[in-house]
């Protein structure tokens, strides 16, 4: 695709995406505020962004101040909307839920508005990560050279409706993401990084290409028929469990950022219940029990990349 094309794409989603946004935080100051409630997490601050987490200090907002931090929170896109010691390479989270009674029209208008703007999101994250068609250690620069401080897993985050739940309550998640890849892709991936010819801080151009070369060589000593498992370390997340009375049934939600939870026709008998998300504490957590899984091998510490074979 024509470079130029490209960029006016994602300069013109970007635009409708900032109006899409603006749009539903005017629509929701409109609505009837049942309840609000978010927590605020500590700033991540520049250079602690691999720090392991501990603990995790929760402060409480309710009512009308929480309703207002947590709809300025949607339009919080760019690196000039945080404090200057707050680091760019890690996203901004507030957890918490913001319910509002509704009619039928104003349901209707805003969940079509809702499900526009998560589109949107969708449609901008493609543009950038795949349709661009450069490796991830390029495009922070392609994104800021046209997007200049956009704080791009702020931007992709989609916005989680609720309708008419009984109840949610929030807690804290430690997780991997693991992804099955192949060899000829990873091969294809590292090769695309190689030839690139930039630089990835910390490394020079030089030490760049002698790093990419060593892990093309690892990996190209393997059998083709190895299973290769990306499973990368996600620090802990907070989450909401949502109930639903009538369908006796709980979802589970991550919870970057406050939930939408609208009530239809709401009759006033009974307010939803909201829960706390109590203090992080890495001591106090208890595992459950899990079967052990087949042993694999770290190959690229880089990529958390494992293996199921030796070279």
């Known amino acids: 695709m024509n470079k130029y094309n490209l960029i006016d794409r994602m300069n013109s989603q970007f635009s409708k995406l900032e109006s899409a946004l603006s749009k539903l935080e005017h629509q929701l100051i409109q609505f009837k505020l049942l309840s609000a409630h978010i927590f605020i997490l500590p700033d991540i601050e520049k250079g602690t962004e691999n720090n392991p987490i501990e603990k995790i200090a929760v402060k409480s907002i309710k009512g009308k101040e929480a309703c207002s931090l947590g709809l300025q929170h949607f339009r919080r896109l760019f690196i000039h909307n945080n404090n200057p010691n707050v680091s760019s390479k890690a996203a901004v989270r507030l957890p918490g839920t913001l319910c509002f009674s509704v009619d039928d029209d104003e349901y209707l208008s805003c969940t079509t508005l809702i499900s526009t703007i998560n589109t949107l999101k969708t449609q901008l994250e493609h543009i950038i990560t795949v349709e661009s068609g450069l490796p991830s250690e390029q495009r922070f620069e392609f994104v800021h050279t046209h997007l200049r401080g956009l704080i791009t897993l702020n931007t992709y985050r989609t916005i989680t409706l609720l309708v008419n739940p009984n109840s949610i309550h929030f807690g804290w998640a430690n997780k991997n993401i693991i992804k099955n890849i192949k060899r000829k892709d990873l091969l294809s991936q590292l090769n695309k ?25 690892k990996v190209s000593q393997l059998p083709e028929d190895s299973r290769l498992l990306i499973k990368r370390p996600v620090k802990v997340q907070p989450i909401a469990r949502v109930w639903y009375q ?26 939803p219940k909201i829960g706390e998300l109590h203090n992080y504490d890495v001591n106090q957590i208890k595992h459950r029990y899990k079967p052990n899984a087949r042993a694999l091998r770290l190959l690229l510490p880089r990529l958390h990349l494992y293996t199921n074979k030796e070279i």
Request: proline content about 10%.
């Open 246 to 271: 009538e369908k006796q049934k709980q979802v589970q939600h991550p919870c970057p950022m406050p939930l939408i939870a609208l009530y239809k026709n709401y009759d006033g008998t009974k307010l």
């Open 193 to 217: 990084s190689l030839n690139a010819g930039r630089a990835v801080p910390p490394f020079s151009r030089e030490e760049w290409v002698t790093w990419i070369s060593q892990e093309i060589d």
